[in-house]
């Protein structure tokens, strides 16, 4: 006999489902219920920055769009601070780090509106490059998967970024850096995502 | 402060797999290469904080949040209360948690659900709440229906509760579905049987809870979420270095 660790399990997940914007959008589900939707307004109108767009299509295994997707976002301010009480350093009132999109029900296109975050601390004093950490549900999504974007312009910083060095194939690690263009006068990213198959994007076990 | 740390890696086989044949809008929705396993930096131990100006007190009452003045849904009225606790069984304070359900009828306030059981005019069938300083939650509701979908040709969901929660970091981001003890659709179904343990299976069973029931009125339902633990900070552990 030995004595117990006495733990607890984690409740294991299960898919968000169809209906998920009922819950997280009730908006996107045809109704109007709450004083405000959380997650619409990532950085607050004080956040310093570049203001950029983000925006993508989730693809599934067949290659088809995924057109019931809610995505989340947590990122850190441009001076690479996350908005919580533990993490050292200051950000501007109303930067809340974290948003909440789902995919257009006919296109499967998402979208959203930030600044571009700033590199942060990583693990052992190693600088991680900017990023933003994102986590996927959906219909048949049994677990909701966790990746990064990474910023295609950051081309030295990502060289050095202890997260996508993990990656030990060299070309999958492109799968996780946002293509950026300007369109009428703003910076847009594009961050398409292939949930299985060929270039399948890198997802984390975090 | 106390030195961040990280949370305790999750456990993979408790979870369901993102392959489950017998689910099948997973199987072409599922990565096929391993994910790839990192240790926790800022990014996944911090994540994003709620408090009560974000939401109303209303909320978390699907009873009364959508119903027209005087009115309320059909349906069996019922609490749903438990706590939110980390692996380390301490509660998990101030911390969102969000609900969503079919009515009574097993019909969802959802332009793509297009079942014939009648929306209800009186229930949106969306809450949300904090828990307080203990972990502690409740909701009221009416008891969602049973509903058929698409999977095989004659599978029902049993009754059930979709349920949201954060926790402190990101990396205890979580959604999950409570089901109702003696539902004999449990067992059957397709989306539960992704989880490959019994005993994880009954973890997402509320209990009946007859001494939080209110006599006359309401039935009640206990259902306690389970979030990753953290490891505590002893000797090198430490996520910033030197």
Not at chain 1, 128 to 135: D, F, G, K, S
Not at chain 2, 201 to 223: C, H, M
């Amino acid at each position: 006999m030995t004595q117990k660790l006495n733990y607890l399990k984690e409740s294991p997940s299960q898919t968000a489902g169809p209906y998920v914007h009922i819950g997280l959008a009730p908006g996107a589900a045809g109704f109007d219920i709450y004083r405000e939707e959380l997650g619409w307004d990532i950085a607050g109108p004080n956040a310093k920055g570049e203001p950029i767009r983000v925006e993508g299509i989730v693809i599934d295994g067949t290659g088809s769009p995924i057109k019931d997707v809610l995505l989340e976002a947590w990122q850190a301010n441009s001076a690479g601070v996350y908005p919580h009480p533990e993490h050292p350093g200051e950000v501007e009132e109303g930067f809340r780090g974290w948003g909440r999109v789902i995919t257009d029900f006919a296109t499967g296109e998402w979208g959203f509106d930030t600044v571009k975050p700033g590199p942060v601390m990583g693990r052992n004093g190693r600088m991680m490059a900017p990023h933003i950490n994102l986590w996927i549900v959906a219909r048949g999504i049994n677990v909701g998967l966790n990746t990064r974007l990474y910023f295609e312009d950051e081309t030295e910083a990502n060289a050095a970024d202890p997260v996508l060095n993990l990656i030990e194939w060299e070309r999958r690690r492109a799968t996780l850096i946002a293509k950026r263009s300007e369109r009428d006068g703003q910076t847009v990213y594009r961050f398409d995502l292939k949930i299985q198959g060929e270039d399948e994007t890198v997802f984390f076990d975090i | 402060m106390s030195t961040p740390a990280e949370f305790y890696q999750r456990d993979r086989l408790w979870h369901p797999p993102a392959y489950a044949k017998d689910y099948k809008t997973s199987v072409t929705r599922s990565p096929q290469y391993a994910l790839i396993s990192l240790q926790n930096s800022a990014s996944e131990i911090t994540g994003p904080t709620f408090g009560h100006r974000d939401i109303d007190p209303i909320d978390n009452d699907l009873i009364s949040n959508y119903a027209a003045p005087g009115q309320s849904p059909i349906g069996e009225r019922i609490i749903v209360h438990g706590r939110v606790l980390d692996e380390n069984a301490r509660p998990v304070p101030n911390t969102l948690v969000e609900v969503w359900q079919a009515n009574a009828g097993g019909r969802y306030r959802h332009k793509k659900d297009t079942y014939l059981a009648p929306i209800d005019p009186n229930f949106g069938g969306c809450g949300r709440t904090l828990t307080d300083e203990n972990g502690y939650y409740y909701f009221r509701t009416v008891k969602p229906g049973a509903y058929p979908w698409r999977n095989w040709v004659n599978d029902w969901r049993p009754a059930h509760i979709h349920v949201s929660v954060f926790g402190s970091g990101f990396a205890q981001r979580l959604i999950t579905q409570m089901y109702f003890e003696g539902d004999p659709l449990i067992e059957t179904c397709p989306i539960v049987n992704t989880i490959p343990d019994k005993a994880a299976i009954g973890q997402l069973v509320a209990a009946l809870d007859r001494n939080a029931t209110i006599p006359l009125d309401t039935i009640a339902y206990k259902f306690d979420i389970v979030l990753r633990g953290r490891r505590s900070t002893l000797f090198e552990n430490r996520l910033e270095g030197n």
